[in-house]
Structure formats: structure tokens, C-alpha cells
């Protein structure tokens, strides 16, 4: 069957709310794009509230799921599309017959953490996934061993169009950190900006407006980084090393970072792959243990024309690989579908 008459769906959830899912609904849009699909809400299921939040993933009682008496659901589609930030937000488990008239079932996994694995394994059970892939290299051999089955390893990426970095001379952020931080450079960085009129922007909270959709929270979020010039990220295992455990993850914070142009600082995860994606020299170490860190700025303030011009330069030659158009490029090719034609070039901006 010609590629232009398979008809893809995209399964999306439109309860899902915050920053987080903002990256996850630029991921869906570029799937609509790039093949033509159709989006499709995934179905909910009511529980009283006692009841529901036992039976929520994740909890002591998920388990109890596969004795909820199951509802009939119906899905259409040649090629479907299934991208989760995690395990905990598949519903489909509670229902049957939904994957009778689907042909094509592709599994996107953002995290695929050791704690998320009986989650995963009931996503798993709901259906045979022709498909099953995870953005996390340390995670696809331990996946593999316990689910016995292929996985293969998809990383982040971002849509280069919604991180476009502002010129220099609108850059109105001098320093910025969002999100994992690390409290003795967080508290360094509030004082050497506060002595020197320099603007720090950081995270200050984490609510949002209940209906504030995912892309306007995250639009707003890359605006920030996009006229920024130094931008702190860290390795997940230095700020929440008991999510992480035996992981030191390449997540979407850098592949954000890189794309706005930012200079950036901190330490680069030990996850393979890192330096061929972004470059030997894509990260300013900074040693959180070094006793004069205001003096260190204040140098990289001096050079930061300097600094930025690399990282720009670094953008020019190297972001068709962070897009999610080369992601599903990747899917595509694997699934052996007609491989959605690059525009990467273009996006580059």
C-alpha cells in the first residue's frame, strides 16, 4: 500500500497538563505534519475517587487493573502512533478489542525509568507493539532483558521552529536555570547577579493554569531560553540521584538548551552519545566544589560574545539531528515506512 493512503492515527490525551507536556505535544504535532495523521482522543474511564487513585499506575494497587472488567473500545488506523511521557498515562489496559482494526502500533516512551518497569510491562501486555522504542540509552539493554523484547533507543529532540534563538543584542536573560538545579551554585549565581545588576532567571514555580494548554506553558518556556545567553543544566543523577540510580540520562533539557543557542553550564551526563550530538565542547564545566565561583562569572561574562558565537555556530552545523522530524525520520525508516521527507535544513533558522 502506497504510503499516501495509510492512514496514521496519533493517540493523545488531552487531560494532560504542564511545562512537561508541552515537548510531548510538539513531538504529536510533527507526527500530524509529517504523515498526514488524524488525532484521536484516548478513552477515560471513571472510578470513584477511593477507588480511582488506587488504581492509578504507579500506586501499591496498579496491579489490580487487569481485574477491572474491561470496556469494549474500537480504534481505526493503518499506522498508530502511541507516545507517552511515561507508562503511568496509558488507559488502553482497561479496554479490549481496541487494537482489532489497527494494523501499524508504535509504542514512544519518554521516560523508562527501573521504578516505571511494571508500568511499562502492563503497556506492554495490552497489545502486540510492533514497535517499542525509549529515549534513554541506559535503558533500552536493562528493557530489553526484562521485557524480552526488541527495543530500540529514540532519543529527545525539539521542534527547532519553537526554539529559534533571538539575535544577540535581544538576549535580555544574562543567566538562567530551570527546572534540576544545584542549590549551592543556584545560591552563588542569585548573589554575583544581585551585585552586579545582572538578570538570573530560574524556575519559581511549578503551578500552572488548569486549563493552560501544554504548548502555550512551553511556548513561553522556550521564549525565556531562546533570549537567554548562559543557561545552567546538570545531570540528572548530581540533582536526583535516587530517580536516576545507574542512569546519567541525555534528556530534552540539552537538546532545548543547544537549540536556543545558550552557552551552556554545568556537566555533561556520562550517557553515550552526548559529544557526537552536540560537540566536544557544548558544556563549560563548572565544579560546584571551586572556592572563587563568582570569579569564574565573572569571566565567562567577559567572554560571552564569544561564547555565544560558538554556540550558534554549533546550531548552524548540528540541529538536524535534535528535531523531531529526524526522530519520526528514524521510526519511519525502522517500521519500514516511507521515511517523511527532511525539512531539517529549512528548520534550521
Same mark, same amino acid.
Request: charged share 25%.
Given at each position: 500500500m502506497a504510503q499516501e493512503q495509510l492512514r496514521h492515527v496519533v493517540l493523545t490525551n488531552p487531560s494532560l497538563r !504542564?511545562?512537561?507536556?508541552?515537548?510531548?505535544?510538539?513531538?504529536?504535532?510533527?507526527?500530524?505534519?509529517?504523515? %498526514?495523521?488524524?488525532?484521536?482522543?484516548?478513552?477515560?474511564?471513571?472510578?470513584?475517587?477511593?477507588?480511582? %487513585?488506587?488504581?492509578?499506575?504507579?500506586?501499591?494497587?496498579?496491579?489490580? *487493573?487487569? #481485574?477491572?472488567?474491561?470496556?469494549?473500545?474500537?480504534l481505526k488506523a493503518d499506522v498508530l502512533w502511541v507516545v507517552l511521557m511515561g507508562p503511568e498515562s496509558f488507559n488502553l489496559d482497561l479496554y479490549k478489542g481496541w487494537d482489532?482494526?489497527? !494494523?501499524?502500533?508504535?509504542?514512544?516512551?519518554?521516560?523508562?525509568?527501573?521504578?516505571? @518497569?511494571?508500568?511499562?510491562?502492563?503497556?506492554?501486555?495490552?497489545?502486540? #507493539?510492533?514497535f517499542t522504542s525509549t529515549a =534513554?540509552?541506559?535503558?533500552?539493554?536493562? @528493557?530489553?532483558?526484562?521485557?524480552? *523484547?526488541?527495543?530500540?533507543?529514540? *532519543?529527545?529532540?525539539?521542534? @527547532?521552529?519553537?526554539?529559534?534563538?533571538?539575535?544577540?543584542?535581544?538576549?535580555?536573560?544574562?543567566?538562567?536555570?530551570?527546572?534540576?538545579? =544545584?542549590?549551592?551554585?543556584?545560591?552563588?549565581?542569585?548573589?554575583?547577579c544581585g551585585r552586579n545588576g545582572k538578570y538570573y532567571d530560574?524556575?519559581?514555580?511549578?503551578?500552572?493554569?488548569s486549563?493552560?494548554?501544554?504548548r502555550d506553558h512551553y511556548g513561553q518556556y522556550a521564549w525565556h531560553l531562546c533570549h537567554a545567553i548562559f543557561n545552567f543544566c546538570w545531570p540528572m543523577e548530581l540533582t536526583h540521584p535516587s530517580r536516576a540510580k545507574a542512569h546519567s540520562p541525555i534528556t530534552c533539557r540539552w537538546f532545548e538548551a543547544a537549540a536556543s543557542g545558550n552557552v551552556i553550564? !554545568?556537566?555533561?551526563? @556520562?550517557?553515550? !552519545?552526548?559529544?557526537?550530538?552536540? %560537540?566536544?565542547?557544548?558544556?563549560?564545566?563548572?565544579?560546584?566544589?571551586?572556592?572563587? =565561583?563568582?570569579?569564574?562569572?565573572e569571566s565567562l561574562w567577559e567572554k560571552r560574545e564569544c561564547y555565544?558565537?560558538?554556540?550558534?555556530?554549533?546550531?548552524?552545523?548540528?540541529?538536524?539531528?535534535w528535531s523531531w522530524e529526524s526522530r519520526i525520520g528514524e521510526i519511519m525508516e525502522a517500521t519500514g515506512l516511507k521515511p517523511a521527507k527532511s525539512e531539517g535544513q529549512r528548520a534550521k533558522g
Open positions: !504542564g511545562l512537561e507536556y508541552g515537548m510531548l505535544r510538539d513531538f504529536e504535532d510533527e507526527i500530524v505534519r509529517l504523515t %498526514g495523521a488524524e488525532r484521536v482522543l484516548a478513552p477515560s474511564r471513571a472510578f470513584p475517587g477511593f477507588i480511582g %487513585g488506587r488504581l492509578a499506575h504507579g500506586t501499591r494497587y496498579s496491579g489490580l *487493573r487487569k #481485574w477491572v472488567p474491561k470496556e469494549h473500545h474500537d482489532r482494526h489497527v !494494523g501499524l502500533k508504535i509504542l514512544y516512551l519518554f521516560d523508562t525509568y527501573d521504578a516505571q @518497569l511494571p508500568s511499562i510491562r502492563r503497556v506492554l501486555d495490552s497489545t502486540n #507493539w510492533d =534513554l540509552y541506559g535503558s533500552r539493554f536493562f @528493557l530489553e532483558e526484562e521485557t524480552q *523484547r526488541s527495543w530500540h533507543l529514540v *532519543r529527545h529532540a525539539v521542534n @527547532l521552529n519553537r526554539f529559534r534563538p533571538a539575535p544577540s543584542d535581544r538576549r535580555v536573560i544574562d543567566f538562567c536555570a530551570y527546572g534540576r538545579r =544545584l542549590e549551592p551554585i543556584h545560591k552563588t549565581m542569585r548573589e554575583y530560574y524556575t519559581t514555580t511549578a503551578l500552572v493554569q486549563d493552560l494548554d501544554p553550564l !554545568g556537566q555533561v551526563p @556520562l550517557e553515550p !552519545g552526548f559529544a557526537k550530538l552536540f %560537540g566536544h565542547d557544548a558544556v563549560i564545566e563548572i565544579d560546584q566544589a571551586n572556592g572563587d =565561583l563568582a570569579g569564574l562569572f555565544l558565537q560558538r554556540a550558534l555556530v554549533r546550531r548552524q552545523e548540528l540541529c538536524s539531528n
